[in-house]
């Protein structure tokens, strides 16, 4: 199994920042996606922003510009950098990770695991 456990969420101000943290662990063979996606109270659950092994990134259309992904593949971790934040973007963030894992016995399977969430709040 691959365990995903993010942090960093929080209460800020509109126009503030913050930065999200996601760290995948396991015995994991490759991670081909790392993604964030979150959830708002009565909507449903959707994509912010999305990155593969080679650095390729996709964006919400209402987070471009304002928010930024990274990864660090040697440490299984995604970055989620927030700026600009506005009301609209409080929700709970999950983070979503796509990838290849193995057990004590070499062998491997497909994984495609989901965080635990992490409120983020932007509010005055």
């Known amino acids: 199994q691959v365990l995903l456990v993010e942090s960093g969420g929080g209460l800020v101000q509109p126009g503030g920042s913050l930065r999200l943290s996601c760290g995948a662990s396991g015995i994991i063979y490759s991670i081909n996606r790392m993604s964030w996606y979150r959830q708002a109270p009565g909507k449903q659950r959707e994509l912010v922003a999305s990155?593969?092994?080679?650095?390729?990134?996709n964006y919400a259309d209402s987070v471009k510009g304002r928010f930024t992904i990274s990864r660090d593949n040697a440490k299984n971790t995604v970055y989620l950098q927030m700026g600009s934040l506005k009301p609209e973007d409080t929700a709970v963030y999950y983070c979503n990770a796509v990838g290849t894992y193995g057990d004590l016995f070499a062998r491997r399977y497909d994984f495609d695991s989901w965080g635990q969430g992490t409120q983020v709040t932007v509010s005055s």
């Open positions: 990155i593969t092994s080679g650095a390729s990134t």
